[in-house]
């Protein structure tokens, strides 16, 4: 995504933070370019929740620069403020009020004049398909309906970085990628997102660039794609129909993995192009040829483990 010569929207150095004798984060670095989606990953205690907190003004670091939107966190918490919003893993919303109402409440504490507060409340109940929902209670919004009023109270001060803590936790797939859908849509209008996800897919699906958190230090960062490189294990499965075939093909190619019962073999591979064009043709060469085909390359599930050691049942 180009952000043509904009300021980052975050930067952070050498963050530090403990609870007695207990190193919450030891002394990290992010970099969030203006107007991407940059997502903090770890398993339960990584340290993500407390990031957000100290990016956010909530919790002070115990050293560390800091600088949100332009602004230094420690030294204009005020002006950091201003100029974000902030979404939990628990919806702000209260029950006992309509969604415009909702809404109303957060553009009165944004300070909006009365015409400018109608204007941005009507606006976000269009852009985040409330309409029909406005002036019925929050109590009776399905997860999906109360997570994007959620969202959208987060954004009643048109923030230019967007903090979203774990924003689809217990929704369901549907009502997760409408969520998607908002989040790319924001972005595209030029908000920066900061999000933490407990689903390696929405980070893989979403994020520009990923940073993984593991007992307080970022242990990896990169685009999605320059994760997945770290780790080895990409390959192409082959099938065959005939054993002779089979037998013929993995002499040829070196097959690390034959199973003789299913007819298939691995290749070890970075399941590129150039390797899958090259494979074919080596098996064309000789005359051979496989009845199906595939290719696995390691995802973020397989990043996680390498560098971790923990499963994705982790992530927190």
Not at 65 to 93: C, Y
Not at 204 to 230: F, H, M, S, Y
Not at 235 to 254: C, D, M, N, Q, S
Request: proline share 4%.
């Amino acid at each position: 995504m180009t952000t043509g010569n904009r300021s980052p929207a975050i930067t952070a150095t050498g963050l530090r933070k403990s609870y007695g004798d207990h190193v919450v984060l030891d002394g990290i670095d992010l970099h969030v370019a203006a107007g991407t989606i940059f997502s903090l990953l770890g398993p339960n205690g990584a340290g993500k929740t407390t990031t957000v907190q100290m990016l956010t003004t909530l919790i002070a670091a115990d050293s560390g620069e800091m600088r949100v939107a332009g602004h230094d966190v420690s030294r204009d918490p005020d002006a950091v403020r201003a100029a974000i919003g902030l979404t939990g893993q628990f919806a702000a919303v209260d029950n006992l009020l309509t969604g415009a109402e909702n809404l109303a409440m957060m553009a009165t504490l944004h300070h909006l004049g009365r015409k400018e507060r109608k204007q941005r409340v009507a606006d976000l109940i269009e852009q985040f398909d409330l309409v029909d929902a406005a002036k019925k209670p929050a109590s009776t919004y399905s997860g999906g309906m109360r997570r994007r009023l959620d969202i959208a109270m987060g954004l009643v001060g048109n923030p230019e970085v967007l903090f979203l803590d774990e924003p689809t936790t217990g929704l369901d797939p549907r009502s997760r990628r409408a969520v998607w859908r908002l989040v790319r849509e924001l972005v595209a209008n030029g908000t920066t997102v900061f999000l933490t996800t407990q689903y390696l897919e929405e980070a893989d699906q979403l994020a520009d660039r990923i940073a993984l958190l593991d007992n307080g230090k970022v242990v990896a960062q990169g685009t999605p794609d320059e994760l997945k490189q770290l780790v080895p294990g990409g390959h192409i499965t082959l099938k065959f129909t005939e054993p002779r075939v089979l037998t013929a093909a993995a002499g040829l190619l070196g097959a690390t993995t034959v199973d003789e019962d299913e007819l298939t073999l691995q290749v070890p591979s970075d399941g590129g192009v150039a390797a899958l064009h090259t494979l074919l043709d080596t098996l064309s060469g000789a005359a051979i040829q496989a009845s199906a085909l595939s290719v696995h390359t390691p995802d973020l599930d397989d990043v996680f483990l390498a560098l971790t050691g923990r499963p994705k049942e982790s992530v927190r």
